[in-house]
């Protein structure tokens, strides 16, 4: 069974750095891209960053470009997102998402909240 | 990084069909018929309810159908009931420097 449990969510002041990690089962790992998918309260969803099976191609939507990174660690089976210089419309529930061979999501995980406040 | 055009809301009564429509341009929904249709109840994550514009995963119900005409794709969900209200998203690869692009999403309200 794929099982995707992201952690690190939180409160986090405007200008903050949060690091959010994902642990993926029940596949193997690194013969898939991943994603992070964001949905602000009250709001869709939002694709926010992917990266290739071997970590050597990485996209972000323009709002996070410079300020967020994705990264994986495939010995760990492993996804993160490094976010800094974090802002109000940060604040989201964000979802690690496996990619299909066409890149959309098949699996989910259950989402971590971050509030970015003061 | 536009989005795909969905309808904001949709509604069918128990037993009916209802159609939801996700509008793109020829770098995306009309580039492949690799569209997928997600459903999403109140604080729950997504779920996967067709991939590659019309295959259904295993254990998603027969009632939901996908079909592309052109730039748009659409995800038709038939013998309405109760436990399909719910938030729906269409997600395609995009040729374009990011790859993926979601919908705005549709709430179905089963009246």
């Known amino acids: 069974e794929v099982q995707l449990v992201e952690s690190g969510g939180g409160l986090v002041q405007p200008g903050g750095s949060l690091r959010l990690s994902c642990a993926a089962s029940g596949f193997t790992f690194s013969n898939f891209w991943m994603s992070w998918v964001r949905q602000a309260p009250g709001k869709g969803l939002e694709w926010v960053a992917n990266?290739?099976?071997?970590?050597?191609?990485?996209y972000y939507v323009d709002s996070v470009k410079g300020r967020f990174a994705i990264s994986r660690d495939d010995a760990k089976n492993s996804l993160y997102l490094q976010m800094s210089s974090l802002r109000a419309e940060d604040t989201a529930v964000y979802y690690c998402?496996?990619?299909?061979?066409?890149?959309?999501?098949?699996?989910w995980g259950q989402g971590t909240l971050v509030t970015v406040s003061s | 990084q536009s989005a795909l055009t969905q309808p904001a809301s949709v509604s069918g009564s128990p037993g009916q069909s209802i159609t939801i429509s996700c509008t793109g341009t020829s770098s995306d929904v009309g580039s492949y018929n690799v569209v997928s249709w997600y459903q999403q109840h109140p604080g729950k994550a997504p779920k996967l309810m067709i991939y590659?514009?019309?295959k259904r995963p295993s254990g998603v119900s027969n009632r939901f159908s996908g079909s592309k005409s052109g730039n748009t794709a659409s995800l038709t969900i038939s013998g309405l009931q109760a436990e399909d209200e719910a938030d729906y998203y269409c997600c395609s690869y995009a040729v374009s420097s990011t790859f993926v692009v979601f919908g705005g999403g549709t709430k179905l309200t089963v009246l």
């Open positions: 998402a496996r990619a299909n061979d066409w890149l959309c999501l098949d699996y």
């Open positions: 990266i290739k099976e071997d970590g050597s191609e990485k």
């Open positions: 590659e514009g019309s």
